[in-house]
């Protein structure tokens, strides 16, 4: 059974660069789409990208500028890093895997527990 | 950002049949394909509906799914009350070049 594991520093000052890292357990790596995404308190949830485990990314534009997604295939890993992190960074960040069928068909399958970031000076 | 808009709350007694409708517009839902997610209290939100009305599996047949146009709703019969959880609607966006995600729907059982 597939699992993915998630970790990261939970606390952190403004400016800082928040850094996650999600490990998939007891299953492929390949052939799949990770993502991130996250939901602030009490608010809904926000798409932040995805990436291919050939390392093929796409970022949510409005945090384009600050996201970068990678890959670790020898460990089966993809992190996150989300530099200059402001107060409304704060959120509970979720990782998750893409299922891609044919057509149209996708949908976010499995999904980590979470990691709760607060961003506070 | 939420660009597909959904009702904040539903409910109904147990066995009822509870509906919620999620908006978009035709640069999402018009054109793309919709997922379902319901989020239980202090957990990861967990897939019900892909595809507009595919179920994966696990997931029992008194939830559906469908679309018309630019919108979309999820059904959920013989309502129980491990059904209480918010509901998120989502679709990828083709103006905004992300996945977006409704403005979720809280579900109380009476």
């Known amino acids: 059974q597939v699992q993915l594991q998630q970790w990261g520093a939970g606390l952190l000052k403004p400016s800082e660069t928040l850094s996650l890292t999600c490990a998939v357990h007891?299953?492929?790596?390949?052939?799949?789409?990770w993502t991130w995404i996250r939901q602030a308190p009490g608010k809904g949830l926000e798409w932040i990208g995805e990436?291919?485990?050939?390392?093929?990314?796409n970022y949510n534009p409005s945090l384009k500028s600050r996201v970068t997604i990678a890959v670790d295939t020898s460990k089966n890993q993809f992190s996150l890093n989300l530099t200059s992190v402001i107060a409304a960074d704060t959120a509970m960040y979720f990782c998750?895997?893409?299922?891609?069928?044919?057509?149209?068909?996708?949908?976010?399958?499995?999904w980590g527990r979470g990691t709760l970031v607060t961003v506070s000076s | 950002q939420s660009v597909l808009t959904q009702p904040p709350s539903a409910s109904g007694t147990p066995g009822q049949r509870v509906t919620i409708s999620c908006s978009g517009s035709n640069s999402n839902i018009g054109v793309n394909t919709v997922a379902w997610y319901q989020q239980l209290p202090g957990t990861a939100p967990k897939a019900l509906i892909y595809n507009n009305s595919q179920r994966p599996s696990g997931v029992p047949d008194r939830l559906s799914g469908s679309k018309s146009g630019t919108s979309a709703s999820l059904a959920i019969s013989g309502l129980q009350s491990e059904d209480e959880a918010d509901y998120y609607c989502a679709a990828w966006d083709d103006s905004l070049d992300t996945y977006v995600f409704g403005t979720g729907t809280k579900v109380t059982v009476l």
């Open positions: 998750a895997r893409i299922y891609y069928g044919s057509g149209d068909d996708w949908f976010f399958d499995l």
């Open positions: 990436i291919h485990h050939i390392g093929n990314t």
């Open positions: 007891g299953g492929s790596f390949g052939a799949y789409y």
